[in-house]
């Protein structure tokens, strides 16, 4: 499956986005999906993670409660909305999808990865 990122961008501080990740090649709904992000300099790190049918989602406790994944299996997407973004939300945001579904806040379970799209937060 190739993954497509996309919906970063520069805002201000407090304002929102939404990531959207696209599938192609096979369809998403047979793959736990996550995102994970990195900063300049920051190992990459875990933000959420949403189950094949969408029922189950898990987030780092950090943006919980600022971030929600969603997906539309229909539209083979899956997205991350983010509210109340802070500068140090600043970072490279990469989806991946996961096979087997047994970790899903490791990136080395991860399967397949997208390009990564730049969120940027100004104060």
């Known amino acids: 499956v190739q993954l497509q990122a996309s919906g970063g961008g520069l805002v201000q501080a407090g304002g929102s986005l939404r990531l959207s990740c696209a599938a192609s090649?096979?369809?998403?709904?047979?793959?736990?999906i996550g995102w994970f992000r990195q900063a300049p300099g920051k190992e990459r790190e875990f933000v959420a993670a949403?189950?094949?049918?969408?029922?189950?989602?898990y987030y780092t406790g950090s943006m919980k409660g600022r971030f929600t994944i969603s997906r539309d299996n229909a539209k083979n997407t899956v997205y991350l909305h983010m509210n109340s973004l802070k500068p140090k939300d600043t970072a490279v945001y990469y989806c991946?999808?996961?096979?087997?579904?047994?970790?899903?806040?490791?990136?080395?379970?991860?399967?397949?990865w997208g390009q990564g799209t730049q969120v940027t937060i100004s104060s």
């Open positions: 090649g096979r369809t998403l709904s047979r793959y736990v």
């Open positions: 991946a999808a996961d096979v087997e579904g047994t970790s899903w806040s490791r990136s080395d379970e991860y399967d397949y």
């Open positions: 949403i189950s094949w049918s969408g029922a189950g989602t």
